[in-house]
Nanobody, 115 residues
Framework: VQLQASGGGLVQAGGSLRLSCVFS?????????MAWYRQAQGNERELVAT???????NYADFAKGRFTISRDDAKKTVYLQMLSLKPEDTAVYYC?????????WGQGTLVTVSS
């Protein structure tokens, strides 16, 4: 299982970014959920959003109303659309997949929001 995240960068406060995570997973393995986490410097990694295989989404309080998690199965990609970004959203963002064989992390992509 491999995950490759991209889409981070430098953006001004109030701006938007869309993160992408392309995954490669053997057909015999079932995906249970997909998620985005983030880790700001000096802080612990925290959950941003989850998307179950049934389509149920959940968001951290700070993400509600601003972030949207989605997936494109044909492209084997999970997205995180982020709007109205704030300086406190600055962090390394990680994608994660929970599958029947375990949990897998992608490498992070850095999001920097300037004030």
């Amino acid at each position: 299982v491999q995950l490759q995240a991209s889409g981070g960068g430098l953006v001004q406060a109030g701006g938007s970014l869309r993160l992408s995570c392309v995954f490669s997973i053997p057909p015999r393995i079932d995906i249970v959920y997909m998620a985005w986490y983030r880790q700001a410097q000096g802080n612990e990694r925290e959950l941003v959003a989850t998307l179950t295989r049934g389509g149920t989404t959940n968001y951290a309080d700070f993400a509600k109303g601003r972030f949207t998690i989605s997936r494109d199965d044909a492209k084997k990609t999970v997205y995180l659309q982020m709007l109205s970004l704030k300086p406190e959203d600055t962090a390394v963002y990680y994608c994660r997949i929970g599958a029947t064989t375990g949990h897998y992390w992608g490498q992070g992509t850095l999001v920097t929001v300037s004030s």
